[in-house]
């Protein structure tokens, strides 16, 4: 725990990082309340720094009054300094819930093998690990191109989940053969396909989702067997790949895991 006059000497936009990393850890009650009361002051006091003396740093003023057990209140802080700065959250290495102690013996498991084919960024990634964690997914082959489970912003997004369930990376051309050699169905999520709410999920499968950029490669494409797509009614004509993902495994879970 860094002290009050050790913050003091550092210059004002690492003090204020500073601040909001403790902030955080308030958040997560992690801080005693007098400190995170000293702390309000020593950010408020350099927000007005930064600022020069102008009025965008009142929200923070505000905030700083308020009650530090409030663990609401100490997030609106964090988030609050990180926007005077400029900063995204995730620009922040914030300590969060590692998944180190998760057992992945209390999931239940579906047998269904989820196929993630040139998914490029690893938020995306490690999301998507969460959501396959939850809805029963046994392994994910990452397709060569697709960003790490081990990248440490997939790390930050699946927190945990990434040690749950098996994964491997395989060649383009080895998950071809690995699906042409299963007698299960192979489902891509695409356009064009059946409409997800009447799609009839079979309980052992394969499911195969494609980068927003591209969607399914064409060599994969060939080896599928149905297509489902999920129906839109916005302006924009896709979803971000991890919430598609999110439904699609979603609606599969809940049409046969009573089976299980």
């Given at each position: 725990m860094i002290t009050v006059k050790k913050l003091r000497t550092l210059a004002v936009k690492n003090r204020l990082r500073k601040c909001a990393?403790?902030?955080?850890?308030?958040?997560?009650?992690?801080?005693?309340?007098?400190?995170l009361a000293d702390i309000a002051v020593v950010a408020t006091e350099a927000a007005v720094q930064l600022d020069n003396g102008e009025s965008n740093c009142e929200r923070l003023k505000r905030l700083s009054a308020g009650d530090m057990g409030d663990k609401t209140l100490c997030a609106d802080l964090c988030y609050e300094i990180l926007h005077l700065l400029g900063a995204e959250p995730a620009d922040w290495d914030f300590v969060t819930e590692d998944g180190s102690d998760l057992d992945g013996r209390v999931r239940k498991v579906l047998p269904l093998t989820l196929i993630l084919d040139r998914i490029r960024s690893p938020f995306n990634v490690g999301s998507i690990f969460r959501t396959a964690d939850s809805f029963g997914v046994e392994k994910v082959i990452l397709i060569e191109g697709t960003a790490s489970p081990q990248h440490g912003r997939a790390i930050r997004t699946a927190?945990?989940?990434e040690e749950t369930v098996d994964w491997e990376f395989m060649s383009p051309e080895s998950a071809v053969k690995m699906i042409r050699s299963s007698c299960d169905k192979v489902i891509a999520l695409e356009l064009g396909g059946t409409n997800i709410e009447e799609f009839v999920f079979p309980f052992k499968g394969i499911a195969i989702v494609g980068s927003e950029e591209f969607g399914v490669s064409p060599e994969l494409l060939q080896a599928v067997t149905d297509r489902v797509s999920i129906p839109l009614g916005g302006s924009k004509g896709s979803l971000n790949v991890s919430v598609a993902t999110g439904i699609f495994l979603h609606s599969w879970f809940s049409a046969v895991s009573v089976s299980v």
């Amino acid at each position: 725990m860094i002290t009050v006059k050790k913050l003091r000497t550092l210059a004002v936009k690492n003090r204020l990082r500073k601040c909001a990393a403790i902030f955080h850890y308030g958040a997560l009650g992690q801080e005693n309340l007098s400190y995170l009361a000293d702390i309000a002051v020593v950010a408020t006091e350099a927000a007005v720094q930064l600022d020069n003396g102008e009025s965008n740093c009142e929200r923070l003023k505000r905030l700083s009054a308020g009650d530090m057990g409030d663990k609401t209140l100490c997030a609106d802080l964090c988030y609050e300094i990180l926007h005077l700065l400029g900063a995204e959250p995730a620009d922040w290495d914030f300590v969060t819930e590692d998944g180190s102690d998760l057992d992945g013996r209390v999931r239940k498991v579906l047998p269904l093998t989820l196929i993630l084919d040139r998914i490029r960024s690893p938020f995306n990634v490690g999301s998507i690990f969460r959501t396959a964690d939850s809805f029963g997914v046994e392994k994910v082959i990452l397709i060569e191109g697709t960003a790490s489970p081990q990248h440490g912003r997939a790390i930050r997004t699946a927190r945990g989940t990434e040690e749950t369930v098996d994964w491997e990376f395989m060649s383009p051309e080895s998950a071809v053969k690995m699906i042409r050699s299963s007698c299960d169905k192979v489902i891509a999520l695409e356009l064009g396909g059946t409409n997800i709410e009447e799609f009839v999920f079979p309980f052992k499968g394969i499911a195969i989702v494609g980068s927003e950029e591209f969607g399914v490669s064409p060599e994969l494409l060939q080896a599928v067997t149905d297509r489902v797509s999920i129906p839109l009614g916005g302006s924009k004509g896709s979803l971000n790949v991890s919430v598609a993902t999110g439904i699609f495994l979603h609606s599969w879970f809940s049409a046969v895991s009573v089976s299980v």
